[in-house]
């Protein structure tokens, strides 16, 4: 739950939390633009995989400044299917950035996490694992693969980059973990 104008201390960042069917297209398109003004290797792909959960936003002065989302996945790990909340599309403006944005979207994002989620999950840029490590996420040691419509398929390139946070299903770490599939990056 997002704390009230009340609860919050003077100068925090305020976060807007909505599902994708509650953002307007106009919202849809600034946070569309933002992540790729954040990523220069970002595709329609990676863009869609944003959509179907929750949406973090920040907006200063009427302009969004910050997204991240949460979607729904499946992960397979010891034998279990495991309900996710997978953490996408975080990025804030470069020159809104060290303000403690992302900070404030990934506490709202976490909240959903450990209340609806399995675990949580999400594949980390080397200069942002510091980043998720620092608030408790937990760098999956084991060998990562996806479940492709011709069977499970190792995913070697991903290993050393995907981030776990524990809430309620017991984790090995050193262990095989298998996304489910879906088009572009499957993880």
Known sequence: MTPTPSERPAGATEIHLAHTAELDTATLKAARILLYDVFDDMTAEDWEHSLGGLHALVHEGGELIGHAAVVQRRLLH????????????????????????????????????????????????????TFYTARGWQLWRGPSSALTPD??????????????????????????????WREGDVW
């Open 78 to 129: 010891n034998g279990r299917a495991l309900r996710c909340g997978y953490v996408e599309g975080v990025g804030v403006r470069a020159d809104r950035r060290g303000q403690g944005h992302g900070a404030a979207m990934m506490d709202a994002l976490e909240q959903v996490i450990h209340n609806a989620y399995d675990l949580g999950a999400l594949g980390a840029a080397n200069e942002a694992a």
């Open 151 to 180: 069977g499970i398929q190792r995913t070697p390139e991903e290993d050393g980059a995907l981030h776990v946070l524990a809430t309620s299903a017991p984790l090995d770490l050193e262990g095989e973990l298998t996304c489910d």
